[in-house]
């Protein structure tokens, strides 16, 4: 069993509609979790950072931690095409980082 | 803006050649840096850490004769592929914690990327 377990999708949506991603972990030493935006042939770019359980909102972006669940979530409100991307989870106990394996999603127009 | 780079961006060798990918902190200092190395459609993998002053930590499997990582200051570290083969084909991304940086926009506990360096060996 893999220590963080994410769908890779793909994930197609119309563009307006709400994204939802997920992430569940087995590890309970986790202490931080990110949510990480990779664009095709870039490196990935921080979208999220949240280090208790709880809900943390920036723009159209909702990330959830629930770690009673070990179960992380992120949502996209009116999603747009530009956010087509792969999404990556990412958390953090000592000092790597463990990933999941990504989602990608397109947001068509 | 980016705060972490990489060079080159792509390169392309011949079978038995090494190559030199630079990754640098922008603006902070990091005494520690990650190589990751992902194929097509799947995730991060990480190749080793590298160390300021100290040698690298390699993750199983990894081969540190083939993969050298020197950190030459706070600020650069750099991963030699040497003598480089077609399977040796990958993206290669780095990345640094900003630590104890000060800087205010930056999240202390996670890891800041660069571009990556795309590597294909003829």
């Known amino acids: 069993q893999k220590e963080v377990e994410q769908d890779p999708g793909p994930l197609s949506v119309p563009e307006g509609a709400i994204v939802s991603l997920n992430c569940t972990y087995s590890n309970s030493a986790f202490q931080y979790f990110m949510w990480y935006r990779q664009y095709s042939r870039k490196g990935p770019e921080l979208l999220m950072y949240?280090?208790?359980?709880g809900n943390k909102e920036d723009g159209r972006f909702t990330a959830q931690v629930d770690k009673s669940s070990k179960y992380i979530s992120l949502f996209i409100r009116d999603s747009q095409p530009s956010d087509s991307a792969t999404y990556l989870c990412a958390m953090k106990a000592d000092y790597k980082l463990s990933f999941g394996a990504g989602t990608t999603v397109t947001v068509r127009a | 803006g980016a705060v972490v780079s990489q060079h080159p961006s792509r390169v392309i060798c011949k079978s038995g050649t090494s190559v030199k990918i630079e990754c640098r902190s922008l603006?902070?200092?990091?005494?520690?840096m990650f190589w990751y190395r992902q194929f097509p459609k799947q995730s991060l993998m990480l190749m080793a850490t590298?160390?300021?002053?100290?040698?690298?930590?390699?993750e199983q499997g990894v081969e540190k004769d083939k993969f050298l990582i020197n950190h030459a200051s706070l600020t650069l570290s750099t991963l030699t592929v040497t003598s480089a083969h077609p399977e040796d084909s990958s993206f290669y991304i780095c990345?640094?914690?900003?630590?104890?940086?000060?800087?205010?926009?930056?999240?202390?506990?996670?890891?800041?990327f660069g571009p990556g360096t795309r590597l294909l060996v003829l």
């Open positions: 590298s160390n300021e002053g100290s040698k690298a930590t390699y």
């Open positions: 949240t280090y208790s359980s």
């Open positions: 990345s640094a914690p900003p630590g104890t940086s000060g800087i205010s926009t930056l999240k202390q506990e996670t890891q800041y």
């Open positions: 603006d902070f200092q990091a005494t520690t």
